[in-house]
């Protein structure tokens, strides 16, 4: 039973809202560290049902505060913030305790929030300053150096602190997850298992350094979570002084020999593993990788999707799901969520180019397609051009449309795309000024949360640039603040609804600022950036932020990273979590030639649609006379033909230029 610490009210253990005054259940597993726990043993702590230590405790039962002696009610923590759910016996002197408490201010944020954001920001940080300057316990200090990178497999850590006896850990109850074991034996997908272990020989890496490897050892510490995610229950409570060996990890993978029918190769690799037959890590996860190569299952990576029609294809009669954007700065969403403008106060000398000037472009365009033939290797060596002569704007145009998709209900994407163009004619020439902003969010939470996240995301966005956006570029803190400032926007409510796991709402980003011939790309989540030129053809500028990617990254084989069910989860999104756990990324571009700028939700890039009809549904588009808005059009309708399953959103934008003759040289 959980006792709601608002009404005393007596609730079932797996509920997160009180039953009788709705207030929010937040459980916290605490672990109480003997301080003379000293070899770093590895025994599964004594558990003492729902209940955990304090502030001040000596040792004792009766060390736990309670204000009023006449209450049954005991708190871990003078500040009464984690209340014990039961009474708990005299302590051991050399036994770690587990037990859970019920956080009585389950809104507030974590109290070492500041410190996990040092490390999240520097995982290299010397962890003795850091315990010296926080007053943090040394067995926290695991807890939070390998959030950065193996979030969410290591539990984040809540709260810790030292007691005249006793360390306190608070860290997330992950005990009624399933165990790896049982999930092992279910598994018949060999890719899943390989990479199970292949996550077990990173982690064993990773934990070397905090002397926590034997944490490993015990499969009872083993979980998986509801996206077949490897977890950790907790680490070992203190380092041990001698490191186990790989022979001993062998040791404890024997069980998977015996279970679920494993393969003849991996049963050997196991066993030479035991034997000591593999020496290092490095050999390890090669032996773990040609496994996975070998195996038939590396067919089925990402089948190709086959859907059933379930709405109509957008003819784009239906405007009721498919909306286009003018160039004024509109927020484009779906009729659930009503639409509102921006304010945009566009200049009097405003103007759009001519035709003449168009004919003019295209007829002193240096970057034609007869003039460059690039080649493959052109095209992998050549980053700007190799003489480059300088360019002005002579025009820049942009459309957005986004439409339901055949399979969802509603629509979570939400953009805008707002344009000001100012055009100067002197006897030094003519000047074309732009100052463009370009954004795209595919909320996610659910239809109520995914359209109020993508929403409040661009809304944010766009007031915090209205403000902040004066004669260039924003600078990289600029733009961070302002993506920190959209991510609070959506996580502080999803703080007051006490959401958790898939109920938080979020939201992914991709957003352009253009001024004159300068970008600035700003990237969080799945939702993508292309570019587009004569020379170098299709380019993807943003890499995906999810499991699979960030596998590789860490040194996974390609074939083992995309093999795991969760390959497509996103690590990173707005509002989910707070604005030390938000990684955007950001990067400048300077525009040398004509360029054509596509933004767009998973909807269409899915199953790489853009690459595999570039020829037919971007090269047009970036011609002069390219009518943009048939062209979004078509790129949407064929994302709807090849994909349907997601809702569609693009935003193109067409920069074209020409030489600048009055800044050649004499």
């Known amino acids: 039973m959980i006792i709601c610490s608002s009404c005393n009210f007596e609730n079932p253990g797996n509920h997160r809202f009180c039953q009788e005054c709705g207030h929010p259940l937040q459980v916290w597993r605490a672990f109480l560290i003997p301080e003379n726990s000293g070899s770093g043993e590895s025994a599964t702590p004594t558990s003492h049902g729902p209940s955990a230590t304090s502030k001040s405790s000596s ?116 005990s009624p997850w399933p165990l790896l074991q049982d999930c092992w034996q279910r598994e018949t997908n060999l890719l899943q298992r390989i990479s199970w272990l292949y996550e077990i020989t990173l982690l ?28 950790l229950e907790y680490l070992s409570g203190s380092p041990t ?97 009503e639409a509102f403008s921006l304010p945009l106060e566009a200049p009097d000398s405003e103007i759009l180019l001519t035709s003449e000037t168009n004919r003019d472009m295209e007829t002193t365009d240096p970057f034609s397609l007869e003039d460059w033939q690039a080649t493959e290797e052109d095209a992998d060596t050549i980053d700007s051009p190799t003489m480059v002569l300088p360019m002005k704007l002579v025009q820049l145009n942009e459309i957005g449309r986004t439409y339901v998709g055949r399979q969802r209900e509603h629509n979570e994407d939400c953009y805008c795309a707002q344009t000001h163009l100012q055009k100067r004619d002197s006897p030094e020439g003519d000047v074309l000024q732009a100052k463009g902003i370009y954004i795209l969010c595919d909320g996610m939470g659910g239809h109520a949360s995914g359209e109020v996240a993508s929403e409040l995301a661009v809304k944010t966005l766009m007031e915090f640039f209205d403000r902040h956006w004066h004669s260039s570029l924003p600078s990289k803190e600029t733009l961070l603040q302002g993506v920190i400032a959209a991510n609070q926007a959506i996580y502080q409510i999803n703080q007051a609804n006490a959401s958790s796991g898939s109920g938080r709402m979020g939201t992914t980003l991709v957003m352009v600022l253009i001024q004159d011939t300068r970008a600035v790309v700003v990237h969080v989540g799945d939702s993508r950036l292309y570019t587009y030129t004569r020379r170098l053809g299709l380019s993807q500028v943003t890499t995906d932020h999810e499991v699979g990617q960030r596998e590789i990254q860490r040194g996974v084989e390609p074939a083992i990273a995309y093999a795991r069910p969760d390959a497509y989860q996103l690590t990173q999104a707005l509002g989910p979590r707070s604005q030390k756990d938000l990684k955007p990324e950001i990067s400048y571009i300077d525009i040398f030639e004509d360029t054509l700028f596509l933004l767009c939700s998973d909807g269409l890039s899915d199953n790489e649609v853009i690459e595999r009809h570039c020829d037919t549904h971007i090269e047009p588009l970036l011609r002069s006379q390219a009518d943009l808005e048939q062209g979004v059009t078509k790129l949407i309708s064929l994302a709807n033909e090849q994909n349907g399953h997601d809702n569609i959103t693009a935003i193109l934008v067409q920069v074209k230029l020409k030489p600048d003759m009055g800044k050649l040289p004499e």
């Open 59 to 174: 040792g004792s039962a009766s060390d736990f505060f309670s204000p009023d002696p006449s209450n049954s009610v005991t708190y871990l923590d003078l500040d009464q913030r984690y209340q014990l759910q039961e009474p708990i016996p005299p302590l051991p002197d050399d036994q770690i305790i587990e037990i859970r408490v019920i956080d009585a201010h389950p809104a507030a944020e974590s109290p070492i929030a500041d410190i996990q954001t040092s490390w999240l920001q520097d995982p290299d940080l010397n962890a003795h300053q850091s315990m010296v300057e926080s007053g943090i316990p040394p067995e926290a200090v695991p807890y939070l150096a390998l959030q950065a990178d193996f979030f969410p497999i290591v539990p984040e850590l809540h709260d810790a602190w030292l007691t005249p006896h006793h360390t306190v850990l608070l860290i997330e109850d992950r």
């Open 204 to 231: 064993w890496e990773a934990l070397a350094p905090w002397g926590t490897q034997s944490t490993l050892l015990s499969l009872g510490r083993l979980r998986v979570d509801q996206d077949q995610i490897l977890c």
């Open 241 to 337: 002084p001698i490191q186990p060996t790989l022979s001993e990890l062998g040791l404890a993978w024997r069980p998977f020999s015996l279970i679920g029918s494993p393969s003849e190769p991996l049963k050997g690799l196991i066993e030479d593993l035991a034997n000591g037959a593999i020496v290092d890590t490095e050999t390890l996860k090669q032996r773990l990788a040609q496994i996975a190569e070998q195996s038939e299952a590396l067919a089925d990576d990402k089948p190709a999707l086959n859907l059933p029609m379930t709405a109509p294809p957008p003819e784009f009669e239906d405007e009721g799901n498919f909306l286009s954007s003018s160039s004024h700065g509109q927020i484009q969403t779906t009729p659930e969520v």
